[in-house]
């Protein structure tokens, strides 16, 4: 599977000890282009327009590289919606040290134990984002792939009480992975193409 290069700049320490790295400015812009024209204007995820007309989304760009460091933002951040009830959602970027799908994989997982561990068990729940994301049994070259697939690793912090709403108010939750499979699957679907030109580090800007 191709990997998209992220550029590893070399790492300083900060006074909390953990590896932190310059962050590069585009992670930030790209993702957001990403959530307003792919994810919002092809309805991948039909509860997100809402939070972006409501500007409750906090894109929020990890200063560390390192495995540790990146779980300590983690927790940062549960702190952060803890404390203010106007942030709907946080999507929490990491532009170095998760290019590797197979890495990035590992920090999801020791993410989810540890929210357990602090009793965010039912309170948040993790989505998981990656440019290089393949579902468990689909093919690499699978078009269906590009509903996870975004222009850095992140994760996405929901709040499940204001998921299970939102889910209660859709008229077919369940029909909507099926639904965004098929829309990327067609035949020179625009969906797709616009997914492939946000993921290409080489493409001038967000475009359209």
């Known amino acids: 599977m191709n990997r998209l290069a992220v550029r590893v700049n070399v790492s300083r320490s900060s006074s909390t000890g953990f590896r932190r790295t310059p962050i590069e400015p585009s992670s930030l812009s790209r993702t957001r282009a990403w959530v307003e024209s792919f994810v919002v204007a092809h309805d991948i995820c039909p509860f997100a327009g809402r939070e972006v007309r409501r500007d409750a989304i906090r894109y929020a760009v990890a200063e560390a590289s390192d495995l540790e460091g990146l779980l300590h933002e983690l927790v940062a951040e549960c702190r952060r919606l803890d404390a ?24 999801l997982e020791l993410a989810e134990r540890l929210m357990e561990e602090l009793g965010y068990a039912g309170i948040y729940q993790l989505a998981s984002f990656h440019p290089d994301y393949v579902f468990e049994g689909v093919a690499a070259d699978d078009p269906a ?49 616009r997914s492939r030109q946000l993921l290409d580090r080489t493409s001038d800007g967000p475009g359209e």
Do not use: K, Q
């Open 84 to 107: 203010d009830a106007g942030l709907a959602t946080t999507l929490l970027i990491a532009p170095v040290g998760m290019d590797d799908f197979d890495d990035y994989l590992d920090w």
């Open 145 to 193: 792939n590009a509903t996870n697939r975004s222009p850095c690793p992140m994760l996405h912090i929901l709040r499940e009480a204001e998921l299970e709403r939102a889910i209660a108010h859709h008229a077919d939750p369940e029909g909507i992975p099926e639904r965004n499979m098929a829309l990327l699957r067609a035949p020179g679907s625009r969906a797709l193409a």
